[in-house]
Structures are given as structure tokens and as C-alpha cells.
């Protein structure tokens, strides 16, 4: 019944599809497999410092599995924590960035036609500038001498600095900050192109404004609502630079064990294993971005 | 009526707000490059001093001049790759091939990037183990990394223009006897210029902003600006520093306006003459 791919393509479109194809298979798909693999062989002193998976003994091939990196994680309350304070420092910016850009989106949808595209470009214009420097600049502000601890004690509000920089409300504002622009996005996209007419239609049958935004807005921006939250979830979730620069010892995320593990402690088998860990946690709101994607292009094609 | 007017005061109230805390860090971080003291909260008078210093930084220009190059090649990359992954997924028929392809190209958009980095650099050391190809980790493996993931972004861009163009012009050129790939370099590469060149744009500031792929696939000969910048914050805060956020925050804000500024015209062209 389904014939070979290159029976049915032309010549043309097997190049076309190809290139693509073999890239993304050699540098994306495959690297996965290797990082698997590698979680499951042994630390080595050596270079590169792990040990192989196979191994050649008695005329026989042996493939040793070493599933104590795994046991290793689910042992070690430090790798729990991590796990679980990344997965609650992405949950509450997630909720903080739709809770600000929700509105924002809709002020934006609900603008005239020749102003949206400039708005949008002004939303996204700060998240092209580079990320490392934003953050930077909250780092000046937050720190005991900088801007908001010197205009609180000039205003006499407070006596002696508050500690808000390398403490846990700084990251979610950095974080907050730093992917608002993601969130925005794909809210407006949905909102733009909701059918006035329902909303008229729904306030000339009587409905209260708020009543009109739970009962027939909100429902019909929901694929933008979950868009927007995986796009903000899931990188969140293996955040590592935010928490380095603008937090404590206190907060803890995979992101920042794993590149520790990684780079200081050369335990690559560790990492690994910490990475694939992720991954299965992230499983269910990749899937559930997948799905909203294609469904979104089949709808438009 | 008059609630619902209350609601959209309301969101519009919230965008102000917003767009306020987008740009006034911003603001500071340029306000502050032109600070004659060391300190970097302390305002010392007026002067230009740091981007001086920054003109004299050997490092910092030996790696701007790394990451442009990385950028340039990676984003001319990811245009060619995006753009063959866009049309696969907008002109194609259903097929395995088509499904994972896109599934493939979308993933990079929000997979975590030090799960990205770390596997990349683990294919390399794994490629240098086996092929003993690329000996060493530098500027070509970071262009690797970058093209692959700025792919994604070129691929999404292309293919919602892709979506919106009239496919009878491509037929007729057919039809008239083009070849595929006449049609696809005559006819279908200037209609959709204007996102090439937006994909283009987009890839090279990704590129240029990248520190955690970078980091993890790049080896001591190529360091670049990003990764410059993050060891030098990490030891405080330096108003040389604020001289080079400004100098990026100008060049981005500039080419970006710029994209909008062809973007505009040409979808002005593009409206039929009765709108």
C-alpha cells in the first residue's frame, strides 16, 4: 500500500527534502540518542570521560548498562529539589508573563490595523537585543546600591537596603521579563484573528462584558494560551543563566546543576542521564506545543 | 457599553505598563554608559569615556568580530535549510517523510538549551572519537549548532509566508514550461524575499545572542561576545559594559526598523490597487 518515499517523489523533491532531513538527523535527532547512550556508561578519568558502552570480552560483545546515574538522581534529595524548584519557578512566571501579556496581547489585537505591527515589533524588539544584557541591567537595578534601593531610601520608605538581588524575586523577575516577548506572541496571533461579529453578537444578546471575555474570548484564544505558556514553560524549566547571575545559593534549577555537573564536576554521564530525566518531564507540554503547532498550520493551509 | 470600554482601558492601561517595563532597564542601562564614574549606580557626571575603553578591549573586539562571523554564516545557513523545510511543509503532500521533518524543525523553538548544547557537543566529541572529524571544537561547530536551531526560526517565518502566497502563479509559470526549480528561483524566491531577509535577520541576532549553545560547542579558539560578556558580569557589574549594551541595544533597535520600514513597503505592493 505505501510505497517507498523515493517512488513517489521526483527527483527535485527528494533533494528538497532530503538536505533538511539529513541535517536535522544528524544534528538534532541523533545527538539525543548519543546523550542517552552516554547516561547510561560510567565516569572515567579519561578522554572523553566516560567509559564505553561496549566492550569486547571472552569472543563475546557486551553491552553494560549502568543504570546508577539514574538511581543516583532519584537518590540524591539535591537533584529532587533542583527538579522541583525549576518545575515551581516555571510554573509561577508562566502564570506572571500570561497574567501581564495576556492583556497586553489583547491591547495590542484590539489596536488599529496600521499600529499593530509597530506595537508588536516594539514588544519584540527588547528580546532581539541581546538576553545577557537584559538581565545585566536588572542586576543594576536589584542590587543593594542600585536604582530601586536608592530611591526607596531617598524617599525615606526604608532605612537600610533590601536584599533583592541573588535572591529567588529577582530570577522570577528576570525570568518574567525575559520571556514576556514569547508569551505575547502567539496570544496576539490568536486574538487578531478573533471574529468581532461574536463578541457583537454576543453583547446584543445581553452579555456583560466580563461574562462575554470568560464565555467566548477566552475559549477561542485558548490555543494562543497554550502556545504562549509552552513557549514560556519548557525553556524555563532548563533556565540557566538567569538564576546564575541574578540568584542565590538558595535558588536551585536543573538547568544550573546540570551545567555544574557538566563543566565543573566533568561528569558527563550525570549530566546526561539529568538531561534525559528532563526531557521526560517536559514530555507532555512538547507534545502538547507539537499538537497545537500542526494544528494551527493545518488550519491556515 | 460603558464596561466594555472600562475592560479596554484596562488592557490598554496593562500595555502601557508593559512596554514601561520592557524599555526602562533598557533606558537606564544607556543612560548610565555615559557615567564618568566606576561606579556603576553612582552618577559622576557626564562622559564617554567607557566606549573608549571599550574601543582599546582586545578580547571584546577579537570576539565581536567571532560572533559576526559565526552569524553571518549561520544565519545564511539556516535561511537555505529553513526555507527547503518550509516549502517541504507548506507545497508537499502528506507523508512520513513530511510529518517528521516538521516535527524535527520545530522542536529547537523550545527545546531547553543546555539539553540542545549538551547533546550537540556530545555528537562532536563523539564525531572526533570516530572520524576524527572536526578535530577540534571552534568557530565550525558553533556555525553547526547555530544553523540548526536558527533553522527553526527561518522555517516558521518562510512557511507562514509561504502559506499566504497565490500558488496559480507558480502553476502558470509551470504551465508556460519552467522547470521546478526555474519557477522556485524566479518566480517563488522574489515573492517571498521580504521573510527571507526577515528569517536572515532574525537567525543573525539569534545567533549573535546565543551564549549557552556557544558555550557548550565551542572550544578555546572561538570565544564569542556573549561568552565574553557572561564572564565578565559574573564578576560584577563594569560600566564598559554599559557601553557595549548600548552600542547593541542601537544596532539592533536600527536593523530591526529597518526590516519593519521593507516588510511595510513591500506588503503595500503586494495589496491589490482597489484596497
Redo the contacts between chains.
Sequence with gaps: M?KP?KF?L?K??CW??G???F???L??????A??LK?SFSTAAISI?PYESLFSFADESLQILLNIGNYLLIFDDSLYIYAYLGSLKMACITTLGCLL??Y??A???A?APKQQQ???I??????S???????V??????L?N???IN?LLLWLGVISEPIQMLNTNFAVYIGII?SY??FMILPLYATLSQLDGSLLEAA?DLGS???NT?WKVTLPLSKGGVIAGS??VF??V?????IP??LGGPDSLMI?KV??QE?FNNRD?PV??AL?IV??GL?II??TL??RY??RS?EK?? | ?S??K???S???I??WA??F???V??F??IF?SFNESK????WGGFSAKWYGELFRDQQILDAVWTSLRVAFFASSMAVI??T??A????R?SR????T?????????????????G???L??F??MA?TFGWPAERGMLTVW??H??FC?AYVAVVV??RL?ELDQSIEEAAQDLGAT??KTFFFITVPMISPSLMAGWL?SF?LS??D??IASFTSGPGATTL?MV??SS??MG?SPK?NA??TL??LT??LI??IS?YF??RSDKKSLPPAM
Design positions: 505505501k518515499l513517489r521526483p527535485g523533491q528538497t527534502i538536505v533538511p532531513y541535517w536535522l538527523l544534528f538534532f535527532a541523533l545527538p539525543f548519543i546523550v552516554i572523553p501581564i501579556g492583556p497586553m489583547y491591547a495590542i484590539r505591527t509597530l506595537l515589533l516594539l514588544v519584540m524588539l527588547p532581539w537585543t541581546s538576553f545577557l544584557i537584559r545585566y541591567a536588572w542586576m543594576g537595578i542590587s546600591n542600585g536604582l536608592n521579563y514576556l516577548p453583547s456583560r462584558s466580563m471575555f509552552m513557549l519548557i525553556p524549566v532548563g533556565e540557566f543563566v546564575e547571575l538547568g546540570l551545567w557538566f558527563w549530566a546526561s538531561a528532563m526531557l517536559l507540554p512538547i506545543f507539537h503547532q500542526s498550520m491556515d493551509a | 457599553m464596561s466594555l472600562d475592560k479596554l484596562f488592557s490598554t496593562m500595555l508593559g512596554m517595563f520592557l524599555y532597564p533598557m537606564i542601562l548610565y561606579l556603576v549606580t553612582v535549510l529553513g527547503m523545510a516549502f517541504v511543509m507548506t508537499f507523508s512520513w517523510g513530511k517528521t521533518l516538521s516535527s524535527m524543525i520545530t522542536a529547537p523553538l523550545v527545546m531547553p538549551e543546555v539539553i540542545t549538551l547533546s550537540l556530545l555528537l566529541v563523539h572519537d553547526l549548532a544553523s540548526t533553522a512557511s507562514a502559506r521546478p526549480l532574525l541576532s549573535l545572542d551564549l549557552v556573549p560578556v557572561f558580569v559574573r557589574v559594559i557595549l549594551a547593541i541595544i539592533v533597535s530591526a526598523f519593519w516588510a511595510r
